[in-house]
């Protein structure tokens, strides 16, 4: 590490709280539970939710991937990975299998802890200022007084080189957009190209989200010329049926329940109505009926379970269930997920708030 690095960050450690230090792994250990039973259930919803089905999207990421990692050593300056599509593309996905790359993984040195990849969220609502903060915690260093937004990304800067981070990916990027105005705009396309081109410490730079992110990099020429953009679009059939089946045959092969019939008789076509041809939607789905699974102790997912995954999020009547009338082809989607495509929104997560300048108030 550069001296002037650690002078950068020393000048800084007035900022550090000590509540810096809370485990990453907590939300795995808030219940402690005497049932042995519930253990194993617990081992096996962990298995259900790690699982990777690979697919065309993914090995063209992977190989994108490759391409930026090949510049670090080389000192080649930052590129930029845009991975778009509708909520519910499968774009978390994809990026929870790149972060697995055994190149990036944490490591000691005598220096202390270098983490070549960050991963974020950008929160909702958003500003640039509260996209700073949020890579500062993720990267332990919690300021203890208000900053200003350039203070904020002084100190970003300062400590993703401290820590040797050279991958830094932003989820749900296109919440840093919303609402912004052009000058705003321009501050966070100038800041994202900063981090590429920093002399120090250049940062290869993957930003994942709605349609709405590659506009916004198409629109700035100094982001566009050094970005790479994959679309991930929705199934459709039957033009993508061997997709279609091969997709869900390895999805009921991942979940490890035996033959659950995703690819038989017309259930190909009930997941694509209940998805929308979106495959992250799809795997949704069958991850709950897994679970409602293994909470009722049963070793097969049938087509009861999938219905009762689907009327959870949209209240779905059974006449209107993709998973269990009697016609799919007469279905028609429900109020909830018209307003959700329409809106675009993060499924299931919800990104309504209030304003942003609040939680920049509270930070």
């Given at each position: ?234 199934l459709q059939f039957p033009r993508d049926q061997k997709n279609l089946i091969a997709f869900l045959s390895g999805l009921e092969s991942m979940l490890g329940f035996g033959k659950a ?103």
């Amino acid at each position: 590490m550069s001296n002037a690095v650690h002078n950068s960050v020393d000048a800084m450690q007035d900022d550090v709280s000590p509540l810096g230090s809370v485990e990453p792994e907590r939300k795995y250990h808030r219940l402690k539970s005497v049932n042995p039973k519930r253990a194993q259930k617990v081992a096996k919803l962990r298995a259900i939710r790690s699982i990777n089905v690979a697919t065309g999207k993914l090995a063209v990421a992977k190989q994108c991937f490759e391409c930026l990692l090949d510049r670090i050593n080389a000192g080649v300056e930052g590129s930029c990975l845009v991975l778009y599509g509708r909520s519910g593309a499968g774009k978390t996905h994809i990026l929870r299998q790149l972060r697995k790359h055994p190149d990036l993984q944490p490591f000691e040195t005598d220096e202390g802890k270098h983490q070549p990849l960050l991963c974020v969220e950008a929160p909702a609502p958003c500003t640039l200022r509260s996209l700073g903060m949020r890579i500062l915690h993720a990267l332990q260093y919690f300021p203890r007084k208000s900053l200003r937004e350039h203070e904020v990304w002084d100190r970003v800067r300062a400590n993703l080189a401290a820590q040797g981070v050279a991958v830094l990916i932003i989820d749900e990027a296109h919440n840093v957009l919303k609402g912004r105005n052009a000058p705003e705009r321009d501050k966070i396309a100038m800041t994202i190209k900063a981090l590429m081109v920093s002399e120090e410490n250049p940062i290869q730079v993957i930003l994942a989200g709605l349609p709405s992110l590659s506009t916004f990099v198409d629109s700035y020429s100094e982001l566009k010329r050094r970005a790479q953009f994959i679309e991930l679009t929705p199934l459709q059939f039957p033009r993508d049926q061997k997709n279609l089946i091969a997709f869900l045959s390895g999805l009921e092969s991942m979940l490890g329940f035996g033959k659950a019939g995703f690819t038989e008789f017309d259930m190909p076509e009930r997941f694509m109505a209940a998805s929308r041809g979106l495959i992250g939607r799809m795997a949704y789905f069958a991850q709950e009926a897994a679970t409602i699974a293994v909470s009722l102790g049963s070793k097969l997912i049938d087509r009861a379970y999938l219905s009762e995954a689907y009327k959870r999020p949209y209240r779905a009547s059974p006449d209107n269930n993709p998973f269990l009338m009697a016609n799919v082809a007469a279905y028609r989607p429900p109020k909830g997920q018209v307003a959700e495509d329409a809106d675009d929104l993060t499924f299931l997560k919800g990104t309504k708030q209030d304003d942003a300048d609040d939680v920049d108030a509270a930070a």
